[in-house]
């Protein structure tokens, strides 16, 4: 078992890894409505899973 997986639950969502297609989700539903500069972070990005 991996030490990541052990400290999961303890590591707050916008500081875990991320999944590159989560990353690619995020961006593509918010690229196209944004205006100027925009922050997505981690958290916001990845799904709704524990």
């Known amino acids: 078992m991996r ?3 052990l ?3 303890v590591i707050p969502k916008s ?3 991320i999944a590159a297609a989560d ?3 995020a961006l593509l539903r918010t690229v196209p ?3 100027g500069d ?3 972070l ?3 990005m ?3 899973s524990p």
């Open 3 to 5: 030490v990541s997986s």
């Open 46 to 48: 990845q799904p709704a």
């Open 15 to 17: 500081l875990r890894s």
């Open 33 to 35: 409505h944004s205006t």
């Open 42 to 44: 981690s958290g916001e």
């Open 23 to 25: 990353v690619a989700r």
């Open 7 to 9: 400290l999961r639950p």
């Open 38 to 40: 925009q922050l997505l």
